[in-house]
């Protein structure tokens, strides 16, 4: 008996330790799952708030480690019109140009800048050249033909990677001929043709230009001069030739067989761009002319160039930021392209 009633309180002991260990789970879980839902609203809240501070957010995933969320991406450029003009952030109104439209402009005007700019393409070579200019994080000029080394249209998506990526798209005419040789009337033409083509590729149209040649803008035919200058000043265009010719595209070939060793072609680039730079006090600004329709401009001349610029202690900059203009002036206007753009240039 004595064993039956010892046994019978130690029953109801562990009858009361069990509901209390069940009592004190059951609190456990509640407490657990409501801490938890407190703790999940707390990391919704930083998530929010890492939207808009971008900064040391470092959300933890479900193992409880930091994990590294790459930011949101920049708004790379400036809104107008309700289009993005790329790479450029500027604040505030456009300001008023600082160049003239009609005038010629052989040279850069702002100190310690150098401006390397492409004529004649796009061309095949230019995707290449475009790889190039991102590794150095540079940006340039190009004055681009409408049609000359083949079609505007079939190439547009290089002319889009261009644009984009913050280089300047000026004009070098749709067919590159001499204007010297034209009247006005198709002056304008040569002009406009490629005007819509930038608006439907682009949605910008220039306003910097350079004569194919130079013809108009060197000075060497009064009335001819005279009247292309006329001509490009009622279209509202600036005029820009350069102090720099590298002359590729009179010793070279644009491809394979070529007429010089490479060395021979560096050599007399050196020739051409120290004339042009040890003539002038030093980080006295130049305006260089190339031609992306070369490979050897860009597999050899321009890496070279590049290197050699930056080692005097130059920026590289397009012509209408080493001429003083707000990049919005770079353009006549800017707006949205057009939702499809011809893909074959009418003859
Ligand atoms: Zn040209």
Same mark, same amino acid.
């Given at each position: 008996?004595?064993? =039956?009633?010892?046994?019978?309180?130690?029953?109801?002991?562990?009858?009361?330790?069990?509901? !209390?260990?069940?009592?004190?789970?059951?609190?456990?879980?509640?407490?657990?799952?409501?801490?938890?839902?407190?703790?999940?609203?707390?990391?919704?809240?930083?998530?929010?708030?890492?939207?808009? !501070?971008?900064?040391?957010?470092?959300?933890?995933?479900?193992?409880?480690?930091?994990?590294?969320?790459?930011?949101?991406?920049?708004?790379?450029?400036?809104?107008?019109?309700?289009?993005?003009?790329?790479?450029?952030?500027?604040?505030?109104?456009?300001? $008023?140009?600082?160049?003239?439209?009609?005038?010629?402009?052989?040279?850069? =005007?702002?100190?310690?800048?150098?401006?390397?700019?492409?004529?004649?393409?796009?061309?095949?070579?230019?995707?290449?050249?475009?790889?190039?200019?991102?590794?150095?994080?540079?940006?340039?000029?190009?004055?681009?033909?409408?049609?000359?080394?083949?079609?505007?249209?079939?190439?547009?998506?290089?002319? =889009?990677?261009?644009?984009?990526?913050?280089?300047?798209?000026? @004009?070098?005419?749709? @067919?590159?001929?001499?204007?010297?040789?034209?009247?006005?009337?198709?002056?304008?033409?040569?002009?406009?043709?490629?005007?819509?083509?930038?608006?439907?590729?682009?949605?910008?149209?220039?306003?910097?230009?350079?004569?194919?040649?130079?013809?108009?803008?060197?000075?060497?035919?009064? $009335?001819?001069?005279?009247?292309?200058?006329?001509?490009?000043?009622?279209?509202?265009?600036?005029?820009?030739?350069?102090?720099?010719?590298?002359?590729?595209?009179?010793?070279? @070939?644009?491809?394979?067989?070529?007429?010089?060793?490479?060395?021979?072609?560096?050599?007399?680039?050196?020739?051409?761009?120290?004339?042009?730079?040890?003539?002038?006090?030093?980080?006295?600004?130049?305006?260089?002319?190339?031609?992306?329709?070369?490979?050897?401009?860009?597999?050899?001349?321009?890496?070279?160039?590049?290197?050699?610029?930056?080692?005097?202690?130059?920026?590289?900059?397009?012509?209408?930021?080493?001429?003083?203009?707000?990049?919005?002036?770079?353009?006549?206007?800017?707006? $949205?392209?057009? $939702?499809?753009?011809?893909?074959?240039?009418?003859?």
């Amino acid at each position: 008996m004595a064993e =039956k009633s010892e046994k019978q309180p130690m029953q109801r002991k562990n009858k009361i330790l069990i509901a !209390v260990i069940a009592l004190l789970v059951v609190a456990g879980v509640v407490l657990g799952v409501v801490f938890g839902l407190k703790s999940k609203n707390a990391t919704n809240d930083q998530d929010k708030k890492s939207d808009s !501070v971008k900064e040391d957010s470092k959300p933890t995933d479900n193992s409880g480690n930091n994990t590294v969320t790459p930011p949101p991406p920049k708004v790379n450029g400036t809104m107008i019109n309700g289009v993005l003009f790329p790479y450029y952030v500027l604040d505030g109104p456009t300001p $008023a140009p600082v160049t003239t439209v009609g005038t010629v402009y052989s040279n850069c =005007k702002v100190p310690n800048t150098f401006s390397i700019s492409f004529d004649d393409g796009p061309s095949q070579y230019t995707t290449a050249l475009l790889d190039l200019l991102d590794k150095e994080g540079i940006k340039v000029t190009f004055f681009v033909n409408g049609n000359n080394d083949g079609c505007i249209y079939e190439k547009q998506e290089i002319v =889009k990677r261009a644009y984009k990526s913050g280089h300047q798209i000026a @004009s070098h005419t749709w @067919s590159h001929p001499s204007l010297l040789t034209l009247t006005p009337e198709k002056i304008t033409e040569e002009m406009t043709k490629l005007e819509t083509a930038l608006k439907d590729i682009l949605g910008v149209v220039p306003r910097y230009m350079r004569p194919p040649f130079g013809d108009g803008g060197l000075g060497t035919n009064p $009335a001819g001069d005279k009247k292309v200058q006329d001509t490009l000043r009622g279209l509202n265009y600036v005029i820009t030739t350069w102090d720099i010719a590298s002359g590729d595209a009179n010793i070279d @070939s644009h491809a394979p067989p070529y007429k010089l060793s490479d060395a021979a072609l560096l050599a007399a680039q050196q020739k051409e761009y120290n004339v042009g730079i040890s003539g002038s006090p030093k980080g006295a600004p130049h305006m260089a002319l190339q031609h992306d329709t070369y490979e050897r401009t860009v597999s050899l001349i321009t890496p070279w160039a590049i290197k050699m610029v930056k080692e005097l202690g130059y920026k590289i900059v397009p012509v209408g930021e080493c001429l003083g203009d707000d990049p919005r002036n770079w353009y006549k206007s800017i707006e $949205a392209p057009a $939702a499809t753009a011809p893909t074959k240039c009418v003859p």
